[in-house]
């Protein structure tokens, strides 16, 4: 009788052991799914949960920033944040960097290394403030080029999202925003929401100590 006791505990202990952590492997395995059908416009959240724009209302959590491009797999992509950090400078001008120098327009576009161009540039011994703007420690980076196509190409979707969670939309035609994408020592690339990649020989605001305004993004 003693025995048949004991083995009854020993079994409710197991249970009590092991199913604690086949719910923690369900709720990975459940997080997986939820980002297996990642679409433009779906929100990641706070524990890099991605929710579509429907049900983010039903849940009780903070949204980080928008879905903008997704890859094939449709689990994984880029996002934007939920408000400009604000108007900076690129830093470093007449100081060739260690970055690919990208001279036409067609080349920039193919630049879709943001995250390699802003630790490249973090890592340099001068100031950047276009970069230093950014979050990089938590994974936010300034968007190459390419990048911010991917993102004006969505605009209209991202910006819904963007409102819907209380974040401020990407701002409208004839504002332009900085890519971590180098022209020059002088130049850098930048983006703005009427004709695409934008640049031309003269003006000062192509230089890189021109003022424009920083928006993050971060790959999810």
């Known amino acids: 009788m003693r025995k048949h006791v004991l083995k009854l505990m020993m079994s409710a202990l197991l249970m009590v052991l092991v199913v604690p952590c086949m719910n923690a492997q369900d709720k990975q395995d459940e997080q997986k799914v939820q980002n297996s059908n990642v679409k433009v416009g779906y929100i990641l959240c706070e524990g890099d949960t991605v929710v ?70 973090l890592e340099l011994d001068t100031i950047y403030p276009a970069f230093d703007a950014v979050d990089f420690e938590n994974g936010w980076y300034l968007p190459a080029a390419g990048q911010l196509k991917r993102l004006y190409k969505n605009l209209k979707d991202v910006n819904a999202s963007l409102e819907k969670v209380g974040g401020y939309p990407v701002k409208p035609i004839g504002v332009t925003y900085w890519s971590s994408t180098e022209y020059s020592d002088i130049d850098a690339w930048y983006l703005i929401t009427i004709g695409g990649l934008e640049y031309t020989s003269d003006g000062y605001y192509d230089h890189k100590n021109g003022v424009r305004l920083v928006r993050s993004v971060r790959d999810f």
Not at 75 to 96: A, I, K, N, P, R
């Open 52 to 121: 579509s724009p429907a049900d983010f209302d039903s849940l009780n959590i903070n949204a980080l920033g928008v879905v903008f491009y997704v890859e094939n797999s449709g689990e994984h992509g880029c996002v934007v944040s939920l408000q400009d950090e604000g108007q900076f400078t690129w830093g470093g001008y007449g100081t060739d960097t260690k970055l690919d120098n990208y001279s036409n327009r067609s080349s920039a576009s193919d630049d879709l290394d943001g995250k390699k161009n802003t630790q490249t540039i």
